[in-house]
């Protein structure tokens, strides 16, 4: 059985940062696809971050330059660095894997990200 937990989500000021964690059971993340996903309040889920089985790194325009998506394999964790938080990243946000970005078989349950301004 497949499980995803994330963590290390809470509130921070604005220009902060926070480091998201996910960790895998039953599934190797060397091995799929991984991604982060985030859904606010009255908003759609959108994606924030990925990161290939060959380790090829993909963000959304919003974050770019601010966020950095990694891979431990030792661990098998993935971990998304978020710096120079903005308010508007606040959001509830979602660990993904699966074999392809069309293919998001497994999900977290979620850690909630609050930027106070």
């Known amino acids: 059985q497949v499980q995803l937990v994330e963590s290390g989500g809470g509130l921070v000021q604005a220009g902060g940062s926070l480091r998201l964690s996910c960790a895998a059971s039953?599934?190797?993340?060397?091995?799929?696809?991984t991604a982060w996903f985030r859904q606010a309040p009255g908003k759609e889920r959108e994606f924030v971050a990925s990161?290939?089985?060959?380790?090829?790194?993909n963000y959304a325009d919003s974050v770019k330059g601010r966020f950095t998506i990694s891979r431990d394999g030792a661990k098998n964790t993935v971990y998304l660095q978020m710096n120079s938080l903005k308010p508007e990243d606040s959001a509830a946000y979602y660990c993904?894997?699966?074999?392809?970005?069309?293919?998001?078989?497994?999900w977290g349950q979620g850690t909630q990200v609050t930027v106070s301004s």
């Open positions: 993904a894997s699966g074999p392809s970005a069309a293919r998001m078989d497994y």
């Open positions: 039953g599934l190797t993340f060397s091995s799929y696809r």
């Open positions: 990161i290939s089985w060959t380790g090829v790194t």
